[in-house]
């Protein structure tokens, strides 16, 4: 499995706060966050969602709650889903209030916009509308994340800047944790995104060496399944290399569920997090001697969705690099045109027929997380008697 080798730096030092039972900052493992695509007021659908992506490994989900119907139903939704569930409020006050009250785990707000006005019948002024929220959130431990997004910078700092500029990013979340600050809530995580790698990256690293908050990494609207994955990783990539991020969301054009994967094989691949098999396939070539490998390959991915224990595993399709790869996982097969050789932590185990390979690797990789499984539960328990 990947490493977490030399060229990841250390950990960027932050203060740690909790979004429901999870650990975010000051050096808890780099979580994974997903938002629910669904109209918030259809709890049914939004819980079918969440259970959906909680399947899958996501640590926390986000729910936007634009709407009064929306807000309300976070009390149903947070009652019965099996991951902390964050509030994405702008604008009315009253909404991070109800939201609040239904036991959200976290806010995700700035809290510059929550001043607005409203259809309050007596009108409060916007410093304290904000002081309310802050007031209430505080009283019930939950924390606040800053969220900025180039796509909706204040009007005057576009003015200033000219364009949403890293810098003008980075001055929108000083601005919002000032705020904050000011009111003497500090339990605080801060986002600075774009929809390019490059403005992400330079607003990240300018706001590093301002404030100790953990950070929330994400390239917003970062497209569709296939280069929104690529441009995240890229983008995302080089964030945490530098130790920079705590949480983190891919945004696609698609499915959370999709976006929880693709964030966890970020993770994964550097090292970051190893829950899950890694799956090392053949990329196939003129050498190949077995036509349905890529299908092969792509059918043991997805059955061995399941297994939660890091297992290296090699589905290779050729004499030259096959046998050495298999060697080297822990679980392998090296197919030739009508049968393959089945490796086990470098042993050869048997010859397998070329239509029962799937069937096989996945019941062979199968037994092996048990094995796994029942020897953490053996070193547990002789760690418990000493």
Do not use: W
């Not at 700035?110 to 019948?121: A, E, L, Q, Y």
């Not at 995240?232 to 130790?243: D, F, P, T, Y």
């Not at 004499?319 to 679980?331: F, H, I, R, W, Y």
């Amino acid at each position: 499995m990947p490493t977490n080798g030399s060229f990841l730096k250390p950990r960027r030092k932050t203060r740690r706060l909790t979004v429901g039972n999870v650990a975010v900052g000051g050096g808890a493992p780099v979580s994974v966050q997903t938002m629910t695509k669904t109209e918030t007021h259809n709890a049914r659908a939004t819980l079918r969602q969440i259970e959906e992506v909680a399947a899958v490994g996501c640590d926390i989900v986000r729910c936007a709650a634009p709407r009064s119907g929306d807000a309300e139903a976070l009390r149903e939704i947070v009652l019965h889903s099996p991951i902390p569930v964050v509030a994405d409020i702008h604008y009315d006050y009253r909404l991070a209030l109800t939201a609040l009250e239904a036991g959200v785990a976290c806010l995700r707000l700035n809290p510059g916009n929550i001043g607005m006005p409203t259809s309050d019948n007596i009108e409060m002024p916007g410093d304290e509308k904000v002081r309310v929220v802050v007031h209430e959130a505080k009283s019930r431990g939950v924390p606040i994340r800053i969220g900025v997004n180039a796509g909706s910078l204040e009007p005057e700092l576009l003015m200033k800047h000219g364009h949403p500029t890293p810098e003008a990013m980075v001055e929108s979340a000083l601005h919002h944790i000032r705020i904050l600050e000011d009111l003497g809530f500090f339990d605080i995580k801060v986002s600075v995104k774009a929809t390019d790698i490059a403005r992400t990256v330079a607003a990240y690293r300018l706001l590093a060496d301002k404030v100790d908050y953990p950070f929330h990494l994400g390239i917003t609207e970062a497209g569709t399944l296939g280069t929104g994955s690529v441009k995240s990783a890229a983008g995302l990539g080089i964030l945490l290399a530098e130790g920079l991020g705590d949480t983190i969301r891919v945004s696609l054009a698609g499915s959370p569920v999709d976006e929880v994967r693709v964030g966890q094989d970020i993770l994964e691949s550097l090292g970051l997090r190893n829950q899950r098999p890694n799956i090392v396939a053949c990329p196939t070539c003129g050498r190949l001697q077995v036509p349905d490998m890529i299908e092969m390959a792509q059918e043991i991915e997805r059955r061995v969705t399941h297994i939660k224990v890091p297992l290296n595993l090699a589905v290779m399709g050729c004499e030259v690099n096959g046998p050495g790869e298999s060697k080297a996982a822990d679980l392998g097969i090296s197919l030739g045109r009508d049968y393959g050789y089945l490796f086990k932590h470098g042993e050869k185990l048997r010859r397998v027929e070329a239509d029962k390979v799937v069937e096989e690797f996945v019941r062979e990789a199968e037994a092996l997380a048990r094995e796994v499984e029942e020897s953490r539960r053996d070193e547990k328990a002789a760690g418990g008697q000493k």
